[in-house]
């Protein structure tokens, strides 16, 4: 479990994150929405220890992640962040192998190998594998960060914005992807979404932010809801079941 | 900082005015020794050769920055004086150093300039005709080639005498406390001449200075007067050289300070307060250095030093328009 | 595995060469022939073996040490010469070539190499203070910083009258190489084999702060460890040969277009193309215009920077 205790952030004058306190349970999907600067990359910044944190405290079942020596984190939390842009040449292989660091230590066994494959086949990289990331399109790039991170092999994956630079059917692939993560593989998959009927479609808990604190949080149908996304968006929606998902209208 | 929001821009001459007379009779005066007829001669020349430096590295700098639209970029930057010793360079060891002994200093420097007008022209044009070329490229280019211009000549120094290269390097690449006074007359002429064409287009540098389509949209014939003032540039970054040597920062100094004091963008008036500021700086600088510390060489390397940090100021508030 | 042997092969050819040829009489013959062979096997012992040793190593360091540079700054175009790395090194051993002149070598090296340190961790700190920087502002701030640690260094020099020492060390040169004066670069290989032992570490470093963290890097550590070992071998390199421009910036470039940015596979090439490069301008200077030498500093300065612009002028494209 992840549990986050009164967690604060200013940046300057700025209050980012004011006084969070929120609990992510193992395993499932966790989707983070809200309005841009809610704070919700910010949030998920400093529970991977990213960002050290101006108050509060984070744990990751029971490790301190400002205390807890970061390699035995690395074990256990990965995440993704947006705008991932690596200037050094490396193969798509050698990116996916670096998920293997905190195990081998540079040092990869049979068994990295062979992790380090599946996490290439898992998102279909084969054909790119001795590619450099200055070749590939932006899509197929964030495919190559997501098939590092899964190599990582950690019990919590955080990602912040996974979908951005995917087309529709690799956003839909990605999402079904995290949540066979979640399922198969039994992984806590926290994520920073935009796009609410993804969220809303692909997650077992939502917590929305607005202002840099949690304004609310429950399962996708009690957050699905026309006056809580108006309460946290400011905005009028429509939202249908459709085969059973809530599905928002807010394009026109 | 200096800010003259109360004063009229002739106020600011005339106080640019006086305070260069005041360093130039400083200068003349103090600490003379012996008789007058022979120190006012003496010092007249070093005088002179420093008015005439100056005035050539504000002019040029300015009219550069004019051009490329920048106030970062400046001949010396841009390895202008570094291709001016490789083309002399070049000539000695075309020539031979026993040959060049022989020529007509004059005619020798006629030589360089018209070298040097033609190679910079070919190599800055190119540079600058590019459709997007990035500002940090160039810079980054212009200082690259000084160090290729400048390991070439000292290559080519080397294979023109290895033992005595050291004797011809002294004799021929002046510097602050080795001004080249045989130059004077011909220099003062090549300024004169200068001036006298860039004035003819005075009217044009506003213009310019906003920029290759809005100029042209206003009818500047742009190309042309890009091509006459990099010209202009050529002659006087060459004087200049010849006289005192390559000083990198001076030009970015004086240029981005008569912009502070002039508050203006009028080149009317830009450029001759850039001018005096230099006359200023140089005379009254050696002064300082020369005469008060008695350091008789520092010049060129507290320019550097200062120069340096204005530049980088200028890029950390990101001023590289 | 089998072109980098090759290329080591190669190596050792140039080295081979770079032993045969110069000013006093030296070949195999005189070398194996028994009546002139004493006086031969001293110059080869005394003078041209450590100066093709010397060569071998400084071009190796300074070529590894650019590429730790690459990683750390995140940036293809900062090299120990384009980082104040070098000018601050050389006001170092001004400083203790002042204050204690009688010092021995080895600690006027580490003097160099903590003004170095600090030198670049300045370079470091005005690089965050420069908002939006573009990939090409951050050399130019190296070179602006090396040009005012330099105007500093020069007017101690002229002060002090050691301009002619400024100068040796400013450029390079391995003709004053001899037994006995060019050990300490044997702590720069040191400090190359301690890069390549560190490699993967530097790599994820080079991947940025945020990904080497989430991997469970301590990045700062693995920062100051790179800076450490590039301060090191630039003190140890202009101490004992002098400068060599933008050597440390051409190798690893090269070599990340022929095969990427990971340490682990790139370290040994850019290692021998480093030697390769500097023992081919060392002989291109030796052979020239013999019996003179043209100094490597001034060689590498026309081959570096051509290649430099090279690189600069090809890539504009991708980095405009």
Redesign the interface.
Same mark, same amino acid.
Not at chain 1, 190 to 204: E, G, K, R, W
Not at chain 2, 65 to 89: C, K
Not at chain 2, 188 to 197: C, D, E, G, Y
Not at chain 3, 69 to 92: C, H, Y
């Given at each position: 479990m992840i549990e986050i205790c009164n967690v604060s952030k200013t940046l300057g004058d700025t209050i980012a994150v004011r006084g969070v306190s929120l609990q992510i349970p193992r395993k499932g999907v966790t989707s983070i929405i809200g309005p841009n600067g809610a704070g919700k990359s910010t949030l998920l910044s400093m529970v991977s220890r990213l960002l050290p944190m101006t108050a509060g405290t984070v744990t990751v079942d029971g490790l301190d992640v400002t205390s807890a020596p970061s390699d035995l984190l690395a074990k256990r939390l990965s995440i993704l962040r947006q705008d991932n842009r690596i200037s050094s040449r490396l193969t798509v292989r050698d990116l996916v192998e670096f998920g293997r660091y905190p195990y081998s230590k540079g040092r990869l066994t049979p068994e990295d190998r062979e992790k380090a494959a599946a996490a290439i086949g898992f998102l279909d990289l084969e054909d790119l594998t001795e590619r450099f990331l200055d070749e590939l399109s932006g899509g197929q790039c964030q495919r190559a960060y997501v098939a590092m991170v899964l190599c990582q092999d950690t019990d919590y994956v955080l990602f912040d914005e996974p979908l951005n630079n995917f087309d529709m059917k690799h956003a839909v692939n990605m999402m079904k992807l995290l949540r066979r993560a979640a399922d198969d593989l039994g992984k806590t998959v926290v994520l920073v979404l935009h796009d609410l009927n993804f969220a809303s479609c692909y997650s077992d808990y939502i917590v929305a932010m607005r202002d840099g604190d949690v304004a609310h949080q429950g399962t996708p149908d009690e957050i699905m809801r026309r006056e809580i996304i108006r309460s946290v968006y400011d905005m009028d929606v429509e939202i249908q079941d459709v085969r059973g998902r809530k599905i928002t209208f807010y394009y026109t | 900082m200096l800010k003259s929001r109360g004063l009229r821009p002739i106020q600011v001459i005339l106080i640019l005015v006086a305070l260069s007379a005041v360093s130039i009779t400083l200068f003349m005066t103090v600490g003379a020794k012996g008789s007058w007829g022979f120190v006012l001669p003496f010092r007249g020349t070093k005088i002179l050769s420093m008015v005439l430096v100056g005035y050539a590295i504000a002019v040029s700098t300015v009219l550069f920055q004019t051009v490329s639209h920048n106030r970062i970029l400046t001949p010396s930057i841009m390895g202008f004086d570094a291709l001016y010793i490789l083309i002399q360079t070049g000539l000695i060891f075309l020539i031979g150093s026993g040959g060049v002994a022989m020529l007509d200093p004059c005619l020798l420097f006629a030589c360089q300039v018209v070298l040097m007008i033609v190679f910079s022209g070919i190599l800055y044009r190119w540079l600058f005709s590019g459709s997007? $070329?990035?500002l940090?490229?160039l810079?980054?280019?212009g %200082?690259?080639?000084g160090?290729?211009f $400048?390991?070439?000549s000292?290559?080519m120094q $080397?294979?023109i005498d290895?033992?005595e290269f050291v004797v011809l390097q002294d004799r021929l690449f002046a510097s602050f406390n080795n001004v080249d006074t045989s130059l004077l007359a011909v220099s003062a002429a090549a300024v004169l001449a200068t001036s006298l064409v860039g004035w003819r287009f005075m009217h044009t540098y506003d213009v310019l200075a906003l920029g290759r389509e809005t100029s042209i949209n206003l009818g500047v014939n742009h190309t042309r007067t890009v091509t006459i003032v990099l010209v202009l540039v050529a002659v006087l970054v060459s004087v200049s050289t010849a006289l005192v040597g390559p000083v990198?920062?001076f030009g970015l100094l004086v240029a981005s300070l008569a912009y502070q004091i002039a508050g203006s963008h009028k080149h009317a008036l830009v450029l001759p307060v850039a001018t005096l500021l230099a006359i200023v700086c140089l005379v009254g600088g050696q002064f300082v250095l020369e005469r008060i510390f008695a350091?008789d060489?520092?010049l060129s %390397?507290?320019i550097?030093?200062v120069g340096? %940090?204005v530049?980088?100021a200028l890029?950390?508030r990101?001023n590289t328009r | 595995m089998k072109r980098l042997l090759l290329a080591l092969f190669v190596v050792m050819i140039l080295a081979l060469v770079s032993l045969l040829i110069g000013a006093g009489d030296l070949s195999l013959a005189s070398l194996l022939s028994s009546w002139p062979g004493e006086n031969a096997m001293q110059v080869l012992l005394v003078s041209r073996i450590p100066r093709t040793v010397a060569i071998v190593l400084s071009g190796t360091g300074m070529a590894v040490a650019g590429m730790i540079m690459q990683m750390l700054t995140q940036n293809r175009?900062v090299e120990p010469s384009t980082a104040g790395t070098v000018e601050s090194a050389s006001l170092g051993l001004l400083v203790v070539t002042l204050v204690a002149p009688g010092v021995p070598p080895l600690v006027k090296m580490l003097v160099a190499s903590a003004f170095a340190l600090a030198g670049t961790a300045l370079f470091l700190r005005?690089l965050r203070?420069?908002? @939006?920087r573009?990939?090409?502002?951050v050399?130019?701030?190296g +070179?602006?910083?090396g040009? +005012?640690v330099s105007?500093?260094t #020069?007017?101690f020099a002229?002060?002090f009258d050691l301009l002619q020492s400024l100068n040796a060390w400013t #450029?390079g040169d391995f003709s004053g190489v001899l037994r006995g004066r060019y050990e300490l670069l044997w702590v720069a290989f040191g400090l190359t084999v301690l890069a390549y032992l560190a490699a993967d570490r530097l790599t994820l470093a080079g991947m940025g702060r945020d990904v080497a963290t989430n991997l469970g890097l301590r990045y700062r550590s693995v920062v100051s460890l790179g800076l450490v070992i590039v301060s090191m071998v630039t003190a140890a390199v202009v101490a004992t040969v002098g400068m060599m421009?933008?050597l440390g910036l051409i190798v690893p470039n090269v070599v990340s277009m022929m095969m990427g940015d990971n340490m682990r596979r790139s370290l040994p090439w850019i290692a021998l193309l480093g030697a390769g490069l500097v023992l081919t301008c060392d002989i291109v200077g030796r052979v &020239?215009?013999a019996p003179?030498? &043209?100094?490597i500093g001034?060689?590498?300065?026309?081959v570096?920077?051509?290649l430099?612009?090279a690189l @600069? @002028?090809k890539g504009?494209e991708r @980095?405009?």
């Amino acid at each position: 479990m992840i549990e986050i205790c009164n967690v604060s952030k200013t940046l300057g004058d700025t209050i980012a994150v004011r006084g969070v306190s929120l609990q992510i349970p193992r395993k499932g999907v966790t989707s983070i929405i809200g309005p841009n600067g809610a704070g919700k990359s910010t949030l998920l910044s400093m529970v991977s220890r990213l960002l050290p944190m101006t108050a509060g405290t984070v744990t990751v079942d029971g490790l301190d992640v400002t205390s807890a020596p970061s390699d035995l984190l690395a074990k256990r939390l990965s995440i993704l962040r947006q705008d991932n842009r690596i200037s050094s040449r490396l193969t798509v292989r050698d990116l996916v192998e670096f998920g293997r660091y905190p195990y081998s230590k540079g040092r990869l066994t049979p068994e990295d190998r062979e992790k380090a494959a599946a996490a290439i086949g898992f998102l279909d990289l084969e054909d790119l594998t001795e590619r450099f990331l200055d070749e590939l399109s932006g899509g197929q790039c964030q495919r190559a960060y997501v098939a590092m991170v899964l190599c990582q092999d950690t019990d919590y994956v955080l990602f912040d914005e996974p979908l951005n630079n995917f087309d529709m059917k690799h956003a839909v692939n990605m999402m079904k992807l995290l949540r066979r993560a979640a399922d198969d593989l039994g992984k806590t998959v926290v994520l920073v979404l935009h796009d609410l009927n993804f969220a809303s479609c692909y997650s077992d808990y939502i917590v929305a932010m607005r202002d840099g604190d949690v304004a609310h949080q429950g399962t996708p149908d009690e957050i699905m809801r026309r006056e809580i996304i108006r309460s946290v968006y400011d905005m009028d929606v429509e939202i249908q079941d459709v085969r059973g998902r809530k599905i928002t209208f807010y394009y026109t | 900082m200096l800010k003259s929001r109360g004063l009229r821009p002739i106020q600011v001459i005339l106080i640019l005015v006086a305070l260069s007379a005041v360093s130039i009779t400083l200068f003349m005066t103090v600490g003379a020794k012996g008789s007058w007829g022979f120190v006012l001669p003496f010092r007249g020349t070093k005088i002179l050769s420093m008015v005439l430096v100056g005035y050539a590295i504000a002019v040029s700098t300015v009219l550069f920055q004019t051009v490329s639209h920048n106030r970062i970029l400046t001949p010396s930057i841009m390895g202008f004086d570094a291709l001016y010793i490789l083309i002399q360079t070049g000539l000695i060891f075309l020539i031979g150093s026993g040959g060049v002994a022989m020529l007509d200093p004059c005619l020798l420097f006629a030589c360089q300039v018209v070298l040097m007008i033609v190679f910079s022209g070919i190599l800055y044009r190119w540079l600058f005709s590019g459709s997007s $070329r990035s500002l940090h490229l160039l810079i980054l280019v212009g %200082i690259v080639f000084g160090v290729l211009f $400048r390991s070439l000549s000292g290559f080519m120094q $080397r294979v023109i005498d290895p033992n005595e290269f050291v004797v011809l390097q002294d004799r021929l690449f002046a510097s602050f406390n080795n001004v080249d006074t045989s130059l004077l007359a011909v220099s003062a002429a090549a300024v004169l001449a200068t001036s006298l064409v860039g004035w003819r287009f005075m009217h044009t540098y506003d213009v310019l200075a906003l920029g290759r389509e809005t100029s042209i949209n206003l009818g500047v014939n742009h190309t042309r007067t890009v091509t006459i003032v990099l010209v202009l540039v050529a002659v006087l970054v060459s004087v200049s050289t010849a006289l005192v040597g390559p000083v990198t920062f001076f030009g970015l100094l004086v240029a981005s300070l008569a912009y502070q004091i002039a508050g203006s963008h009028k080149h009317a008036l830009v450029l001759p307060v850039a001018t005096l500021l230099a006359i200023v700086c140089l005379v009254g600088g050696q002064f300082v250095l020369e005469r008060i510390f008695a350091f008789d060489t520092a010049l060129s %390397i507290v320019i550097d030093f200062v120069g340096g %940090i204005v530049f980088l100021a200028l890029l950390i508030r990101g001023n590289t328009r | 595995m089998k072109r980098l042997l090759l290329a080591l092969f190669v190596v050792m050819i140039l080295a081979l060469v770079s032993l045969l040829i110069g000013a006093g009489d030296l070949s195999l013959a005189s070398l194996l022939s028994s009546w002139p062979g004493e006086n031969a096997m001293q110059v080869l012992l005394v003078s041209r073996i450590p100066r093709t040793v010397a060569i071998v190593l400084s071009g190796t360091g300074m070529a590894v040490a650019g590429m730790i540079m690459q990683m750390l700054t995140q940036n293809r175009f900062v090299e120990p010469s384009t980082a104040g790395t070098v000018e601050s090194a050389s006001l170092g051993l001004l400083v203790v070539t002042l204050v204690a002149p009688g010092v021995p070598p080895l600690v006027k090296m580490l003097v160099a190499s903590a003004f170095a340190l600090a030198g670049t961790a300045l370079f470091l700190r005005i690089l965050r203070l420069i908002p @939006l920087r573009s990939a090409l502002t951050v050399p130019l701030v190296g +070179i602006m910083l090396g040009g +005012i640690v330099s105007a500093v260094t #020069t007017f101690f020099a002229y002060r002090f009258d050691l301009l002619q020492s400024l100068n040796a060390w400013t #450029t390079g040169d391995f003709s004053g190489v001899l037994r006995g004066r060019y050990e300490l670069l044997w702590v720069a290989f040191g400090l190359t084999v301690l890069a390549y032992l560190a490699a993967d570490r530097l790599t994820l470093a080079g991947m940025g702060r945020d990904v080497a963290t989430n991997l469970g890097l301590r990045y700062r550590s693995v920062v100051s460890l790179g800076l450490v070992i590039v301060s090191m071998v630039t003190a140890a390199v202009v101490a004992t040969v002098g400068m060599m421009p933008f050597l440390g910036l051409i190798v690893p470039n090269v070599v990340s277009m022929m095969m990427g940015d990971n340490m682990r596979r790139s370290l040994p090439w850019i290692a021998l193309l480093g030697a390769g490069l500097v023992l081919t301008c060392d002989i291109v200077g030796r052979v &020239i215009y013999a019996p003179y030498e &043209i100094p490597i500093g001034t060689v590498m300065g026309v081959v570096g920077s051509a290649l430099f612009l090279a690189l @600069l @002028l090809k890539g504009r494209e991708r @980095l405009a």
